[in-house]
């Protein structure tokens, strides 16, 4: 199982160019076997995204929900109290953006490795990345 960042999933649905070589091999992979963790906090920067149009989608946003509920073998992991208390005391390095870092936080708790484009994330020895 893995873990995909924000950005991963909007770039899977919308544009998979953008993904690496080997991002798009451990989704496909993931897809295959056990499936992928999607965080719920993702659908909450989705939707700002698409608020303040920074993410134009000509659907609603419960239709895009939909559709990528549809797209993969998604598993919705909610912030689990470890989860919480992890993302809280992850160091610096991680950023301070709290979306991030619940990401991060149950990506590590999931013991799954996060597919990210984030060098931040990448660069922390926190969590095992993939990209």
Not at 25 to 39: V, Y
Not at 80 to 87: D, G, I
């Amino acid at each position: 199982m893995i873990t995909l960042d924000t950005h991963v999933i909007i770039w899977d649905a919308l544009n998979p160019a953008l993904l690496s070589k080997t991002a798009r091999k451990a989704i496909d992979r993931a897809n295959d076997a056990d499936g992928i963790i999607f965080c719920e906090i993702s659908l909450w920067e989705i939707a700002m995204l698409a608020k303040r149009n920074r993410l134009i989608i000509d659907i609603s946003y419960i239709e895009f929900i939909n559709l990528l509920k549809a797209s993969n073998n998604y598993h919705f992991k909610g912030l689990s109290p470890e989860a919480a208390e992890l993302s809280a005391n992850l160091p610096a390095e991680i950023n301070r953006d709290p979306a991030d870092r619940m990401i991060c936080a149950t990506a590590i708790v999931n013991n799954s490795s996060l597919v990210t484009a984030d060098k931040n994330l990448r660069r922390a020895g926190s969590v095992k990345t993939i990209w």
